[in-house]
């Protein structure tokens, strides 16, 4: 019945239950005596109303409550008596025409118990001079089922924010643009409302009907998703799957939405719909084709576009003039700065955070990059959400990583569990809390003892360790009734599916897996499990092997990773460290001993807003030391040089110093760069370019060297002269298509055109034949 109200008012609807508290039981409520249903019907509105007029306060004065309360008003909030099968009657909250961040705010105040605090101050006062008639009672809400009704109304709200509108108005129809965000400002959620829209236009243009049916139109349009790992792809896939009813159209648009993750070299993977989850087919070999994608969106660019083979491997898959990039980014999210992002993007940037809680927003600002800049971060309501905790215990010198360290790792990710489990009380935690470790190493070392501290802590719930890859697969009560899996057709025959987990078990989920599988991804609630590490020493928080002067960024990155992923709660989780990010950082306050204060904990990230200024300074600096030193460094290279000189300043070094040693190592790389192009070159026999073109092709190989992407230089060298001919190569064969088409008077040529025959000419090289004969 919550379900069929919530969608016949296209709102949301929760359960309020009753209870004796003499009894500890719930009431029937069709018993009551109708004036006490009255002031019953009268609390649980009035807590509602002023849960959203607090937390919607006006954006352009956080001290006037008139913008919440209007918001409040035009809720249209209703509590009624709602019988229930299979349990007591219980009052029936539902809202409609609820915005966005309304939404936020009544589910934080639900989960957190806030809405159940204010229910019963409101009861209070609703009964006036007749407290009698309430004595006992008490009301609570349903925050299992809430969570629920809540995740499936999520699906259904299509609507931006006015500040995403504002910079989605910004975002060219035609070009490429770089859309950059904190994390939780919505950036996948926009891209891909926008992807879908593209297929569903497309669906639409070929004449397939909306309804199940057997007739298909053309292929339409195709769409590439890029992400670092399978767990974010699958999680766009079944998105898109989770927002398109009906069986047959999901198939013909999960058929035109191509993924592609981390090995890059595996190639193109399609989705499709078994059972309860989303699987990943690849191409069978032998029946490779080209694909022209229309759009190709890069999540989580910043780690993609760091590395010189991930970024070959996705621009390799894009076709000049027709495909439109959209690259999503979030510098804090990265190591450092100075990232490679293809030229001629428009750059738009969101600054409101609408997933997280204030608490989290003003965590995560200890963390992140971007000096004064990242103070213009702002949650997008004004739910603070729960204190931000913290287990840290110290381990004895003879257990540090040893057996021992992970029983204690164990023993404190179950505290964090009752933590979480008291403060939600009643919430299931199925697929809703992520434990985060740092790599591969410490996720396999703890599982075994975390499973059997789990077995025995929580006997009556059980709680299964699932990845964060099966997870994202999950479609649950989203999947249609069975059936939605056909027999393949004719054009599936050269697609098979990827061998996959299937059987995660029962219980409640707990997504368990590294930062590196959750980038891209969110959960209600993280726990954040052995991510701190020294910032002084070389060590990291992985047990991998990390270049010394980049752990310190890396444990930096994967906090600030770790604590955005979370919608409401945050805990971490880890061995005390002197002279640790969580010792230094203060500043994150992860105490619930002391009242939240938004502004204060801004003005406290404020001693970091410095790294701007600082950065500026060190970027003048560097420069004139290699224009001194005849060096030839672009931007991306500065960048990642100044970036070094900082982390050699944090370990000890003069300033001076750091910059000879950093401009004396990029000397010698960029002399490596051009003994490997110049040989190269004659290789391939090709005439090597001259001046600046020269330059830009030794520093882009001399900046892979420097971040450590080159494993062969001979076989490197090869790849960078190969891509120079290639591109030389096209804009030669455009440039003499032009010329052609104005020979015979057909006026300029189309971008599409251009891309189509330039195919055929490039067909035409490969026999031998001369480029202007094939012109």
Avoid at 69 to 94: I, N, Y
Avoid at 693 to 709: I, K, T
Wanted: contains cysteine; aromatic residues 4%.
């Amino acid at each position: 019945p919550v379900r069929r109200a919530m969608e016949a008012q296209e709102g949301l609807a929760f359960r309020v239950v009753v209870f004796d508290s003499q009894r500890h039981q719930s009431l029937d409520l069709l018993a009551l005596p109708p004036p006490v249903l009255q002031v019953l019907r009268d609390a649980v509105l009035e807590a509602l109303l002023e849960s959203v007029a607090q937390g919607c306060k006006d954006d352009c004065d956080s001290s006037d409550d008139e913008g919440g309360a209007s918001l409040a008003q035009s809720a249209h909030f209703d509590v009624k008596v709602q019988p229930t099968e299979g349990a007591s009657p219980a009052l029936l909250c539902r809202t409609r025409s609820l915005e966005l961040r309304a939404m936020h705010v009544v589910r934080n105040q639900v989960l957190s118990g806030d809405f159940d605090t204010a229910a019963a101050r409101a009861l209070r006062r609703a009964a006036g001079s007749s407290p009698e008639i309430v004595e006992g009672l008490s009301v609570r809400a349903d925050r299992s089922q809430f969570a629920e009704e809540y995740e499936r109304s999520a699906l259904k709200l299509d609507e931006l924010t006015p500040h995403q509108r504002e910079k989605l108005e910004e975002c060219s129809e035609t070009g490429d643009v770089h859309l950059s965000a904190p994390a939780g400002a919505g950036k996948t959620f926009v891209a891909l409302h926008r992807a879908l829209r593209v297929l569903q236009a497309s669906e639409r243009d070929s004449g397939c009907p909306d309804t199940d049916g057997d007739r298909h139109g053309p292929p339409g349009c195709q769409v590439l998703f890029v992400a670092r790992n399978a767990a974010l792809a699958l999680f766009a896939a079944s998105w898109i799957a989770k927002r398109v009813p009906h069986a047959s159209e999901r198939r013909r648009l999960l058929r035109r939405l191509h993924l592609l993750h981390e090995p890059f070299e595996q190639g193109v993977l399609r989705p499709r719909v078994r059972g309860q989850q989303v699987v990943m087919q690849r191409r069978s070999a032998g029946s490779l084709a080209a694909t022209a994608y229309t759009m190709a969106i890069v999540d989580e660019a910043h780690h993609v576009y760091s590395r010189v083979e991930a970024r070959s491997a996705v621009e390799a898959l894009l076709t000049p003039g027709v495909t439109r990039r959209l690259l999503l980014s979030d510098a804090s999210q990265s190591h450092g700065r100075g990232i490679d992002y293809p030229p001629g993007l428009q750059e738009v940037n969101l600054s409101e955070v609408v997933r997280c809680s204030k608490r989290i927003v003003a965590g995560a600002m200890a963390f992140q990059l971007g000096g004064e800049q990242k103070l213009l971060t702002k949650c997008h309501h004004e739910a603070t959400g729960p204190p931000l905790k913290s287990f840290l215990f110290d381990v004895e010198g003879d257990e540090a990583g040893g057996h021992s360290l992970y029983t204690a790792y164990a023993e404190h990710v179950c505290r964090a569990l009752e933590h979480v489990a008291s403060t939600f009380s009643g919430l299931s935690l199925h697929n809703r809390v992520a434990l985060v470790v740092p790599d591969q190493n410490f996720r396999d070392s703890l599982r075994p003892v975390l499973e059997a501290a789990l077995a025995q802590r929580f006997s009556g719930r059980a709680f299964r360790l699932v990845c964060a890859e099966r997870a994202s697969a999950d479609l649950s009560a989203h999947a249609s009734a069975p059936g939605d899996d056909e027999a393949p057709e004719e054009e599936d025959q050269d697609w098979c599916d990827v061998a996959c987990d299937v059987n995660a078990g029962g219980g409640e989920w707990l997504v368990f897996d590294t930062i590196h599988q959750l980038d891209g991804l969110e959960r209600l609630i993280v726990v954040g499990v052995g991510l701190d590490s020294k910032i002084t020493g070389d060590g990291a928080a992985c047990s991998e092997a990390v270049v010394p002067g980049v752990a310190t960024l890396e444990t930096r990155s994967m906090l600030y990773r770790a604590v955005t992923r979370a919608h409401l709660m945050v805990v971490v989780v880890n061995e005390f460290l002197h002279e640790g990010w969580l010792e230094f950082l203060g500043s994150v306050r992860l105490r619930d001993d002391e009242a939240f204060d938004s502004d204060a904990a801004i003005r406290r990230s404020e001693a970091q807003a410095v790294e701007g200024v600082v950065k500026a300074e060190l970027s003048k600096r560097v420069a004139a030391a290699a224009t001194q030193r005849s060096l030839q460094l672009p931007p991306a290279a500065l960048a990642a040089l100044v970036s070094d000189v900082a982390a050699a300043q944090e370990r000890g070094s003069e300033l001076d110093v750091a910059i000879e040693r950093v401009l004396r190592l990029w000397a010698h790389e960029a002399q490596v760069a051009v003994e490997a192009l110049l040989p190269a070159f004659v290789q391939v026999k090709c005439d090597a370019p001259e001046g600046v073109a020269f330059e830009n092709l030794v520093g882009r190989f001399a900046l892979a060297l420097h971040r450590g992407e080159v494993i062969n230089i001979s076989v490197f060298a090869l790849e960078v002269v190969k891509t120079y001919q290639a591109t030389k190569r096209d804009e030669d064969i455009s440039a003499l298509l032009d010329q052609a088409s104005e020979a015979v008077s057909m006026g300029r040529l189309d971008t599409h055109v251009i891309a189509t025959l330039s195919k055929y000419v490039v067909v035409a090289l490969e026999r031998g034949e001369e480029m202007r004969v094939a012109v």
